[in-house]
């Protein structure tokens, strides 16, 4: 009989009750409600096979085609194979081979573009972690396409509501005793309230992906993109209305020809795994935008589709892929496997929960809770075999089918726990490191996450490269005026070797940015010094409080024209920086035209203008220079290799008559000294050496290039700087020059070696070295 708690539930809330219902097939175990009528004949399930997990169409046995479903439901008692029809009928059909906790079996004549769930039969008893609920429809792991969304009934992606109906959640929701209310379980049907997977054609022919070449870009030439494959297009005015906010329109030769003009080498999209919206949103008529709320990692977004959900978006993903590699742009991927969207024991029951909850999450001791590395509510733990390959095989299938070229790791931290604490000997770390088709991508850590001893910056072993924030906030320090000395601006401009200088890793281990989705735009962090997130419904809560920021002698937008003219420059300070530094340097759509969140560094769910790219900035004056700057600097680095070294700087000479590779210099055209660097700075100037550059290029011969000399001026007034004569230089051009609005064409300037010159306030001089 069901718990007394149970009894009650069903008397308060006019619940079917759990046992009034029993089904000979599953031994006389509860079903949730009276069996519905079906549609005859009903398919026949053969044996099939434990392998490949997922729904696989193929030809079985006797030449007939199906397709074969597998799932993996440890501690399960029963799973039933749920096909729903074109209007939403349900068919269930119990799948009854077992082969290593493997549910599976081979349904003939279900073909591609079938949808489906499982219902998984188990033990109620969330006081040791078991939340079985046959009631609830849940979404298959490996499902490739998703069709529906969280609430909508029968509609396709784009349905509209309000909040998670409370049939999508395994225990009553609105249990008046609140503190338990996990515990009661729910039994009324989800199906209606919840997407279905779809079975797609892994194995289709598409000879169009025969002709893809993978750019393969070195890491040391890379520079990376984040964007949002809706917010990038939602106002491109040169993209079909139609294709706007969809994988169609990034593949839009507009979008493409921007990233070109622009010179990236990479674009990284924010999350395009299926992801659900979080309830609390959907009552404030908002929506998860950013997409960090991940439920099915093989489906690429259903939303994001302009061609279908009935596993069309399969295809125009890949189609978008190819696109961009024809262009030699890669795409990573921003993955997020630390959590899901089934967030705690107060969270909706959608896919894992329901399957298998103690074997897919980390629980505390009280195996009621979760153990919540990630401040979402729960964390995979990755730890158990087959979480791990729910991962890897995630990761592989995006790269082998998909065309994928890498992956950002959200909270990579939380993949690197073993039980408890991060360990970079972790079975994750370990399978990567030796997979053969992952080891061989870029992969870049957000090396920290939310639990005790989370913070991993530098910690990451070789293959990873990571997200530098340390260089983030020294620059941002540095051009506010507030960092004490200028030790750690040093490291974190020549490739952070205090960091990264350790087992094989190389200057490139270090993605250098100075904005993020998460934060301020770099425009608004010349505009603004505090958080205005109050759009987002919580009371400006939300979001960090260490901005870093410095909005020119006015919060937020202004006229007066002295103001906007300081921030432009200090943009282009902070831009012309973030692409003279060693490593790999990360820009974030729209930076480079000066978009703005007006002040909103949190904007997860603002799918409106406020995250969106505004792409009339382009016809703007000031934010036109910017752009055109970027294009120009870019396109320096990608001409010298100086720029984008391969090897740290040794700061000596690599040649008995030559030039440190590195020389540091004050405004007396000094080399620095170690007193210099224990003293508060507003200009500081680095000499970078093209001669003798370690490593040879393709044919083996010796890289040499132009050598370069950087000033950088935070101060308030001009400021004297002598040019290192000779040695180091006789002569210099000048290339950038920070402080002219007008970035369209190269200053061009030659200076004399030795020459005392005008720094102008608040600017960056780059200077290419002739003699010397």
């Known amino acids: 009989m069901s718990s007394a708690a149970e009894q009650e539930a069903v008397r308060e809330e006019g619940l079917p009750s759990p046992d009034a219902v029993r089904h000979p097939a599953f031994g006389g175990r509860y079903k949730d409600h009276a069996e519905p009528e079906l549609r005859a004949p009903v398919p026949d399930v053969w044996p099939g096979a434990p392998t490949p997990l997922g729904a696989r169409f193929r030809v079985g046995p006797e030449g007939l085609a199906g397709t074969n479903f597998a799932l993996w439901a440890g501690g399960a008692e029963a799973v039933e194979l749920c096909l729903f029809d074109g209007a939403g009928t349900e068919t269930r059909l119990p799948l009854t081979e077992l082969t290593h906790e493997i549910w599976h079996g081979f349904v003939p004549g279900v073909r591609p573009g079938q949808r489906y769930g499982f219902r998984v039969h188990g033990r109620w008893d969330p006081w040791t972690g078991a939340r079985w609920n046959p009631a609830k429809l849940l979404l298959d792991p490996y499902a490739r396409a998703v069709d529906g969304e969280f609430g909508g009934r029968g509609a396709g992606p784009r349905v509209e509501y309000r909040s998670l109906p409370p049939e999508v959640y395994g225990h009553v929701r609105d249990w008046p005793q609140q503190h338990v209310a996990d515990t009661v379980r729910d039994d009324r049907d989800s199906a209606p309230h919840v997407p279905k997977g779809v079975v797609v054609h892994d194995d289709a022919p598409d000879d169009e992906w025969a002709d893809d070449r993978r750019p393969k870009t070195p890491w040391a030439d890379s520079v990376i993109y984040e964007l949002h494959v809706r917010g990038f297009t939602m106002l491109h005015p040169d993209i079909p ?255 952070s070797s205090d960091l990264y200088a350790w087992g094989g890793r190389r200057p490139y281990a270090s993605v250098n940015f100075l904005t993020a989705h998460d934060g301020f735009t770099l425009r608004d962090l010349v505009s603004y010094e505090r958080k205005h997130n109050e759009a987002n419904g919580e009371g400006n809560r939300d979001g960090t409080n260490d901005n870093r920021a410095w909005n020119c002698g006015a919060e937020g937008e ?19 920086t973030l692409l003279l530094s060693t490593g790999v340097p990360m820009l974030v759509a729209g930076d480079e035209m000066g978009r703005t969140q007006g002040g909103n560094n949190n904007a997860y769910c603002q799918d409106n203008e406020v995250s969106w790219v505004d792409w009339s900035l382009r016809d703007e004056p000031g934010p036109g220079g910017l752009l055109a700057l970027t294009s120009r600097l870019l396109a320096l680095r990608g001409a010298h290799p100086v720029l984008r070294r391969r090897a740290f700087f040794s700061g000596r000479p690599q040649t008995a008559d030559g030039l440190r590779d590195l020389a540091w210099f004050t405004p007396r055209g000094t080399e620095m000294t170690e007193r210099d660097w224990y003293a508060p700075a507003s200009t500081v100037a680095f000499y970078l050496s093209g001669r003798d550059i370690p490593g040879r290029d393709a044919r083996g011969e010796p890289v040499v290039d132009d050598s370069f000399l950087v000033v950088l001026h935070a101060g308030h007034r001009p400021a004297g700087f002598q040019l290192p004569g000779p040695p180091w230089a006789d002569s210099y051009e000048l290339l950038v020059d920070t402080s002219l609005e007008d970035q369209e064409a190269e200053p061009g300037t030659v200076l004399r070696g030795g020459e005392r010159v005008t720094v102008p306030a608040r600017s960056v001089l780059l200077l290419r070295v002739g003699g010397g």
């Open 558 to 576: 202004t006229e007066d024209p002295r103001i906007n003219a300081l921030r432009r420059r200090q943009v282009r300070n902070l831009l012309t």
């Open 241 to 495: 209305e139609e294709l706007r906010g969809t994988y169609a329109g990034l593949a839009h030769p507009a979008a493409v020809g921007h990233l070109v003009r622009l010179g990236v080498t990479a674009v990284e999209l924010l999350p395009v795994h299926q992801f659900a919206h979080e309830d609390h949103l959907l009552r404030r008529g908002m929506k998860n935008y950013w997409g960090y709320n991940s439920i099915g990692y093989f489906a690429p977004h259903a939303a994001y589709s302009a061609s279908g959900t009935a596993g069309q978006q399969v295809g125009e993903f890949k189609r978008m892929v190819r696109a961009l590699h024809a262009a030699g742009i890669e795409v990573i991927l921003d993955v997020v496997y630390n959590h899901t969207a089934e967030a705690g024991e107060l969270g909706p029951t959608l896919s894992l929960k329901g399957i298998d909850n103690r074997g897919y999450y980390r629980l505390q001791a009280d195996a009621r809770r979760y153990a919540d590395y990630t401040g979402c509510g729960n964390t995979l733990h990755v730890v158990q075999p087959h979480v791990l390959r729910l991962i890897t095989d995630s990761l592989r299938y995006w790269v082998t089918e998909m065309g994928v070229d890498g992956f950002r790791f959200d909270l990579a931290a939380a993949l690197a726990r073993s039980m408890h604490d991060v360990d970079m000997l972790s079975p994750f770390l370990a399978v990567i490191a030796q997979d053969p088709v992952l080891r061989r991508v870029k992969l870049i850590a957000e090396p920290w996450d939310v639990g005790s001893g989370g913070y991993q910056v530098g910690a990451f072993p070789p293959l990873w490269t990571e997200w530098n924030d340390r260089y983030r906030d020294a620059v941002r320090d540095f051009w506010r005026g507030a960092l004490p000395d200028v030790r750690d601006l040093g490291y974190r401009l020549s490739g």
